[in-house]
């Protein structure tokens, strides 16, 4: 059995509120090979930059502010979904409360599809001492630039790969 059509996500947000997002990074699998990877960088609906958030992932005011919202963005956005059987996220509670709060902001219906914690399959697949990203890709071998949205979803992307889709199963209930 082959691993079902899948597309990971990764946002990175301005500050702490979910509607922030700043980038979003895509990896759409399918047939069991990555079919396509692509990151947007978004403005976000205010200019604040948490110091945290910007210490982060390098982004800044100066990066997004002629980027498209993400309302304007979600045209180009939705057809990645197309065909896909589940979301893969790292620490998909995060992505998954910004996809919907962005979905929300706009008025945009959220994809009906569910989620995968790469945290989660990390753990349960191999005992490394703790479920990084950065730690899983470089057990896996997978380049990884952290926290680099389009790196981030390739990544995670990666992960369920290697796992298996034995290893994945349990997750897609």
């Known amino acids: 059995m082959q691993i079902p059509d899948f ?3 990764d946002f990175e947000t301005a500050n702490k509120h979910t509607t ?6 895509l990896t759409k699998v399918v047939r069991g090979k990555v079919a396509d990877s692509r990151a947007f960088l978004i403005r976000p609906p205010t200019d604040e930059f948490g110091y945290y958030e910007t210490r982060v992932h390098g ?3 100066r990066d997004c502010k002629d980027k498209p919202t993400f309302g304007e ?3 180009e956005i939705l057809p990645w979904f197309d065909g896909a059987r589940f979301l893969a996220a790292h620490n998909a509670p995060f992505d998954r409360r910004v996809l919907n709060a962005c979905c929300d902001h706009y008025g945009l219906m959220v994809p009906d599809l569910p989620f995968v914690d790469t945290v ?3 753990k349960r697949t191999w005992q490394l001492p703790k479920n990084n990203l950065n730690v899983v890709s470089a057990y896996l071998g997978v380049e990884l630039n ?3 949205a389009g790196s981030d979803a390739h990544a995670c992307a990666q992960i369920i ?5 034995d290893a994945l199963m349990p997750f897609l209930g």
Do not use: Q, T
């Open 73 to 75: 963005l979600w045209s």
């Open 146 to 148: 952290h926290h680099e």
């Open 59 to 61: 982004l800044r005011w």
């Open 161 to 165: 790969l290697h796992a298996g889709v």
């Open 7 to 9: 597309v990971a996500i």
């Open 120 to 122: 989660k399959l990390a």
């Open 20 to 25: 922030s997002a700043c980038a979003i990074g």
